[in-house]
Structure formats: structure tokens, C-alpha cells
């Protein structure tokens, strides 16, 4: 099951996705999140984020992990820096 919600930012799409997740007894998975800390990545190698090829290049070789409310970029914790 795929559910996807769309809104603008400060809308709630987060706290209605992660209630009904709830409910629904199944996996929240944040891809706001997941893209942001790709674009993290992509200034943190000093890649052009203009360059295509260069950010698929850094989305290759980077791990996005959850632990619990906080999102680990190659096993850092980016939480703070993601959502800022």
C-alpha cells in the first residue's frame, strides 16, 4: 500500500501521515526528508546542484537511514540541519 499526501509547507501533511500510519498499523516513511538530505549531501560534497549527473553521482553514495524521529546521512545524525 502506497499512500501519498500533497500540500503546502506547514500544512500538516507530516502529522496527518504519521497519525494515520498509526492507524493503519503500517510504516511513515518521510521523503521530504530523504530529498533534503540528499540536497544536504550535494553542498556538503560542494557538488553543483545544477549538475545532474553530478547530484545522481551523491545520491549513489550516500545512506539515508531512520532512528526513531531522526534521519542518519552516512551514520550522522542530520535531523537538526534538514529541518531548519
Avoid at 526528508?33 to 540528499?38: E, G, L, N, S
Avoid at 545544477?50 to 532512528?67: K, M
Amino acid at each position: 500500500m502506497i499512500i501519498t499526501i500533497d500540500g503546502p509547507a506547514g500544512s500538516g501533511k507530516s502529522t496527518v501521515a504519521r497519525l494515520l500510519a498509526e492507524r493503519l498499523n503500517v510504516r511513515f516513511l518521510d521523503t521530504g526528508a530523504m530529498y533534503r538530505a540528499v540536497a544536504l549531501a550535494v553542498l556538503d560534497a560542494s557538488a553543483d546542484e545544477h549538475d545532474h549527473a553530478a547530484v545522481a553521482d551523491v545520491a549513489r553514495t550516500i545512506t539515508i537511514s531512520f532512528d526513531q524521529q531522526r534521519l542518519l546521512l552516512n551514520g550522522r545524525d542530520v535531523t537538526a540541519e534538514i529541518r531548519s
